[in-house]
Protein backbone atom coordinates (compact mmCIF):
# COMPACT_ATOMS: atom_id res chain seq x y z
CA UNK A 1 0.00 0.00 0.00
CA UNK A 2 2.64 2.51 0.97
CA UNK A 3 4.05 2.29 -2.78
CA UNK A 4 0.57 2.69 -4.37
CA UNK A 5 0.62 6.05 -1.85
CA UNK A 6 3.47 7.55 -3.24
CA UNK A 7 2.70 6.22 -6.51
CA UNK A 8 -0.29 8.79 -6.25
CA UNK A 9 1.52 11.59 -4.34
CA UNK A 10 4.29 11.67 -7.15
CA UNK A 11 1.57 12.11 -10.14
CA UNK A 12 -0.75 14.17 -7.96
CA UNK A 13 2.76 16.45 -7.60
CA UNK A 14 3.36 16.21 -10.84
CA UNK A 15 0.17 17.48 -12.24
CA UNK A 16 0.01 19.95 -10.04
CA UNK A 17 3.40 21.67 -10.83
CA UNK A 18 2.15 21.67 -14.97
CA UNK A 19 1.33 25.02 -16.18
CA UNK A 20 -1.82 24.03 -17.29
CA UNK A 21 -2.61 23.39 -13.70
CA UNK A 22 -0.89 26.43 -12.17
CA UNK A 23 -3.15 28.53 -14.98
CA UNK A 24 -6.77 26.70 -14.58
CA UNK A 25 -6.59 25.28 -10.49
CA UNK A 26 -6.89 28.59 -9.29
CA UNK A 27 -10.37 29.23 -10.97
CA UNK A 28 -11.52 25.69 -10.85
CA UNK A 29 -10.41 24.21 -7.54
CA UNK A 30 -12.04 26.37 -5.29
CA UNK A 31 -15.28 25.90 -6.95
CA UNK A 32 -14.88 21.95 -7.28
CA UNK A 33 -13.93 22.14 -3.32
CA UNK A 34 -16.96 23.50 -2.42
CA UNK A 35 -18.94 21.20 -4.59
CA UNK A 36 -17.74 18.05 -3.50
CA UNK A 37 -18.21 19.16 0.44
CA UNK A 38 -21.92 20.02 -0.51
CA UNK A 39 -22.61 16.72 -2.43
CA UNK A 40 -20.99 14.40 0.27
CA UNK A 41 -22.43 16.63 2.96
CA UNK A 42 -19.18 16.64 4.37
CA UNK A 43 -16.81 19.22 5.42
CA UNK A 44 -13.61 17.12 3.27
CA UNK A 45 -12.38 18.79 0.16
CA UNK A 46 -12.49 17.11 -2.97
CA UNK A 47 -8.44 16.61 -2.63
CA UNK A 48 -9.02 15.37 0.67
CA UNK A 49 -9.64 11.77 -0.96
CA UNK A 50 -6.59 12.32 -2.94
CA UNK A 51 -3.97 14.10 -0.34
CA UNK A 52 -3.68 14.65 3.23
CA UNK A 53 -6.09 18.13 3.16
CA UNK A 54 -7.43 20.28 5.47
CA UNK A 55 -9.78 23.32 5.78
CA UNK A 56 -7.69 26.16 7.53
CA UNK A 57 -10.48 28.98 9.46
CA UNK A 58 -8.18 32.09 9.90
CA UNK A 59 -9.34 35.61 10.68
CA UNK A 60 -8.77 37.77 7.99
CA UNK A 61 -5.52 40.08 8.32
CA UNK A 62 -8.15 43.28 7.63
CA UNK A 63 -11.67 42.47 7.47
CA UNK A 64 -11.29 40.55 10.84
CA UNK A 65 -14.42 37.93 9.53
CA UNK A 66 -13.68 34.44 9.46
CA UNK A 67 -11.63 32.79 6.28
CA UNK A 68 -11.90 29.22 4.92
CA UNK A 69 -8.72 27.89 3.04
CA UNK A 70 -8.59 24.13 1.63
CA UNK A 71 -5.19 23.59 1.83
CA UNK A 72 -3.34 20.21 1.14
CA UNK A 73 -1.26 19.11 3.86
CA UNK A 74 1.77 17.28 5.21
CA UNK A 75 1.58 15.54 8.85
CA UNK A 76 4.22 15.70 11.18
CA UNK A 77 3.14 13.76 13.75
CA UNK A 78 -0.11 15.29 15.63
CA UNK A 79 1.18 18.96 13.83
CA UNK A 80 0.77 19.72 10.13
CA UNK A 81 3.08 21.71 7.52
CA UNK A 82 1.03 24.03 5.23
CA UNK A 83 3.42 26.06 2.42
CA UNK A 84 2.23 28.82 0.86
CA UNK A 85 2.62 28.01 -2.78
CA UNK A 86 -0.48 29.60 -4.00
CA UNK A 87 0.10 27.77 -7.37
CA UNK A 88 3.26 29.24 -7.54
CA UNK A 89 1.99 32.79 -8.36
CA UNK A 90 4.61 35.49 -7.63
CA UNK A 91 1.96 36.69 -4.42
CA UNK A 92 1.38 35.07 -1.06
CA UNK A 93 -1.91 33.87 -0.45
CA UNK A 94 -3.94 35.75 2.09
CA UNK A 95 -3.89 33.22 4.41
CA UNK A 96 -0.02 33.29 5.12
CA UNK A 97 -1.04 36.93 5.77
CA UNK A 98 -3.76 36.03 8.22
CA UNK A 99 -1.69 33.63 10.10
CA UNK A 100 1.23 35.83 10.53
CA UNK A 101 -1.62 38.75 12.24
CA UNK A 102 -3.43 35.91 13.85
CA UNK A 103 -1.50 32.76 14.72
CA UNK A 104 -4.53 31.58 16.37
CA UNK A 105 -6.82 29.44 13.75
CA UNK A 106 -8.33 26.33 13.24
CA UNK A 107 -8.44 24.04 10.60
CA UNK A 108 -11.28 21.09 9.99
CA UNK A 109 -9.97 17.55 8.79
CA UNK A 110 -12.07 14.44 8.57
CA UNK A 111 -15.04 16.85 9.98
CA UNK A 112 -13.00 17.35 13.07
CA UNK A 113 -12.50 21.28 13.72
CA UNK A 114 -9.30 21.18 15.91
CA UNK A 115 -7.53 25.13 17.11
CA UNK A 116 -4.27 25.26 16.61
CA UNK A 117 -1.36 28.11 16.83
CA UNK A 118 0.77 28.70 13.84
CA UNK A 119 4.16 29.68 13.55
CA UNK A 120 6.42 30.40 10.46
CA UNK A 121 9.17 28.39 9.55
CA UNK A 122 12.18 30.12 10.11
CA UNK A 123 15.64 29.83 7.97
CA UNK A 124 17.59 27.87 10.44
CA UNK A 125 15.20 25.03 9.99
CA UNK A 126 13.70 25.72 6.55
CA UNK A 127 16.16 23.41 4.47
CA UNK A 128 15.19 20.36 7.25
CA UNK A 129 11.08 21.50 6.39
CA UNK A 130 12.16 21.62 3.15
CA UNK A 131 13.06 17.97 3.11
CA UNK A 132 10.67 16.16 5.06
CA UNK A 133 8.10 17.60 2.86
CA UNK A 134 9.67 16.35 -0.32
CA UNK A 135 10.03 13.30 1.17
CA UNK A 136 6.06 13.15 0.89
CA UNK A 137 5.50 14.96 -1.99
CA UNK A 138 8.33 14.70 -4.21
CA UNK A 139 9.37 17.79 -6.34
CA UNK A 140 7.10 19.91 -4.37
CA UNK A 141 9.82 22.83 -3.44
CA UNK A 142 9.53 23.23 -7.48
CA UNK A 143 6.63 25.93 -6.68
CA UNK A 144 9.33 28.20 -4.70
CA UNK A 145 11.14 27.97 -7.64
CA UNK A 146 8.73 28.87 -10.27
CA UNK A 147 7.10 31.48 -8.17
CA UNK A 148 10.07 33.59 -7.53
CA UNK A 149 9.58 33.53 -4.46
CA UNK A 150 10.40 32.39 -0.44
CA UNK A 151 7.34 30.86 -0.49
CA UNK A 152 5.68 30.89 3.69
CA UNK A 153 5.93 27.74 5.55
CA UNK A 154 3.84 27.72 8.80
CA UNK A 155 3.85 24.76 11.76
CA UNK A 156 0.38 24.57 12.69
CA UNK A 157 0.29 22.58 16.47
CA UNK A 158 -2.96 21.50 18.18
CA UNK A 159 -4.03 23.98 21.25
CA UNK A 160 -5.98 21.19 22.74
CA UNK A 161 -5.07 18.41 24.78
Do not use: C
Amino acid sequence: MPSVKRGVRVAVSRFSRTKFFRTVGPAIMPPLEKATAALTRSNRPLSGYLVPSLVLHTIGAKSGVERDTELMYVPEGDRMLVTGSNFARDTHPAWTVNLQKSPDASVTIKGRRINVRATMIGDEEREAVWAFIENQWPGYRGYERSSGRILRIFRLVPTEV
